[in-house]
């Protein structure tokens, strides 16, 4: 059973970030993808493998992250760069409460926005049920745990989060991790990966880590980034007069 | 009964100090915070309410230490400057919502109570985005009191009110003050403090420039001299008349008219008028030169 805490601050979050234009960005990488796998299924796409390709190194490597930034960083983040967080803060609520259920709502979107249209497409693209489209379905409402713990985090480091997490994403994930082996123990992308192929197995979609190993670090890396962000956030501080 | 403690308390930020060793304790009933913009109010108030960890020196409330603590927010409620509330909740849902973080066993009724304090009975159901400026201010009141809290702060709570919604909020933190509360507001502006509060702290320069009665204070800065710019018909001949005041201490010529050093500010106000009549010579302007706050302030540092 929830607390009327943790249900009143999730309550707020939801209404707060469906309320804003956000919402309408948000949905848009998604719908993108889904309209891409329809395109691609209608015109008889040559290469046989074009399922796993669109929804691994399109839906699970742009359309998820990119969904969970905007969210992630957002459910918090809104709240602390217009100052309204201290009507928040300025109450007993432990600080745990605050950022789990902020985390609960990011990762709920995340899921309703990103991961079911993966799957969508997946049975678009496969034409039912397959493999694929279970194995990227799994990768996917994992990665929305993963991802949405990180930025999150990020929004309450800093107040450049979605920089910071578009420069990880880009930088960190999308170059580094090809060229060095070792940052792929790192990356979030191929936590989700990972898992998604464990079930789907289908070298197309670029999978570098074993299921283990993707699922332990995946949840390694959700704690660590919510404890930090619980220790963060139990240390905010306004600014003062303009000196 | 909660108090308000503060024992050589320091809060800088590199090499600035906002807030320089100060101690003081403050009781039941309303405390003004006055100092010009910049001085160090808010830094003082966010370090009060847990939202600034001090760099040296002890602070609690209610025996408390406020940082680090949210269990302090249990005796303490807090209106902060910035108007940011959430703009899509009704004020009614703003306040429910409040009363619900605090746990409290009967939110709706607390929502109902506190709302009434404020008298926002009438906008409860609108959306806060449809507010102006000193209703959002009256239902982050509202937000802050429905847990009944001992201590009440208040950053700058007179901000963008209207006469009458300055002067109700003014008996409102009053009665909340006769009824043993400890209450904090902060303000820049004399008059606010002067019609509120008994006790003052005045903070200059992240210094405690004067603290105790706001009488004693307000005999200091109306005592001290002031400076006068007077533009008449016949700005030589009123001089030499002046001069002859025992209220007033030095005239000057200037290219602006004459500068008259006053040392009496109400004897002179009173007297000028009948001076300039008497000798037939038409006044056209009288401004203080001196009221900034800034210039009271600082006569006040240097006692």
């Known amino acids: 059973m929830l607390s009327v805490q943790a249900r009143t601050v999730a309550s707020i979050t939801l209404r707060a970030t469906m309320g804003r234009r956000r919402a309408l960005l948000f949905a848009l990488p998604p719908l993108i993808l889904v309209l891409v796998t329809v395109l691609l299924k209608a015109a008889h796409a040559e290469r046989a493998d074009w399922p796993s390709l669109i929804l691994g190194g399109f839906g699970l490597a742009v359309v998820l992250p990119l969904t969970a930034l905007i969210i992630g960083t957002s459910v918090l983040g809104a709240e602390i760069d217009d100052g309204s967080v201290v009507h928040l803060l300025a109450t007993p609520v432990p600080r745990s409460t605050v950022i789990l259920s902020k985390f609960a709502v990011a990762t709920g979107l995340t899921m309703l926005f990103a991961a079911v249209p993966e799957f969508l497409a997946g049975l678009i693209a496969t034409g039912g049920p397959s493999r694929l489209a279970v194995g990227v379905l799994a990768g996917a409402l994992a990665g929305s745990v993963i991802y949405n713990a990180l930025f999150v985090m990020m929004s309450v480091l800093t107040t450049r989060a979605i920089a910071v997490g578009l420069l990880y994403l880009l930088v960190w994930e999308s170059l580094l991790s090809n060229v060095v082996s070792g940052v792929r123990v790192l990356s979030a992308e191929q936590y989700s990966l990972g898992i998604a192929n464990s079930i789907a197995r289908d070298g197309n979609l670029n999978a570098h880590l074993g299921v283990a ?31 | 009964m909660s108090s308000i403690e503060l024992r050589s308390v320091s809060r800088w930020y590199g090499n600035v100090v906002a807030i320089n060793d100060i101690t003081m304790t403050m009781g039941p009933g309303v405390t003004g915070l006055l100092g010009p913009n910049g001085a160090g109010k808010s830094t003082l108030l966010h370090l009060i309410s847990g939202f600034l960890e001090p760099s040296r020196g002890e602070l609690t409330v209610g025996g408390a230490a406020s940082w680090r603590n949210p269990d302090v927010y249990r005796t303490l409620g807090l209106v902060p400057e910035r108007p940011a509330v959430y703009p899509f909740l009704t004020g009614l849902e703003f306040v429910r919502a409040t009363a619900r973080l605090h746990k409290l066993p009967g939110p709706d009724r607390a929502a109902e109570r506190s709302i009434a304090i404020v008298e926002m009975a009438a906008a409860q159901d609108r959306k806060i985005a449809t507010y102006s400026k000193g209703m959002r201010q009256r239902i982050k009141v509202a937000a802050a009191l429905v847990h009944d809290p001992e201590v009440l702060l208040l950053d700058e709570p007179f901000n963008g009110m209207d006469p009458r919604q300055r002067l109700h909020m003014m008996d409102l933190l009053e009665t909340l003050g006769d009824e043993g509360r400890t209450i904090l507001f902060s303000s820049h502006i004399l008059e606010e403090v002067e019609r509120l509060s008994g006790t003052i702290q005045v903070i200059v320069a992240g210094r405690l420039a004067a603290s105790g009665d706001f009488r004693a204070i307000r005999r200091l800065m109306t005592s001290r001299p002031h400076v006068f710019l007077v533009r008449t018909s016949d700005d030589r001949r009123l001089g030499a008349a002046l001069i002859g005041r025992p209220s007033v201490t030095g005239v000057e010529m200037s290219s602006r008219g004459l500068q008259v050093k006053a040392s009496d500010y109400g ?31 600082a006569y006040l540092v240097e006692q």
């Not at chain 1, 704690?223 to 956030?233: K, N, S, W, Y």
């Not at chain 2, 000028?272 to 037939?280: D, M, S, V």
């Open chain 2, 267 to 297: 004897a002179f106000s009173r007297e000028i008028a009948g001076l300039t009549r008497e000798h037939g010579i038409q006044l056209r302007e009288l401004l203080p030169e001196d009221e900034s706050l800034e210039r009271v302030f």
């Open chain 1, 213 to 243: 190993t993707a699922a332990v670090m995946g949840a390694v890396v959700t704690v660590i980034a919510l404890g930090l962000a619980v220790r963060r956030l139990g240390a905010f501080s306004l600014k003062g007069d303009a000196v």
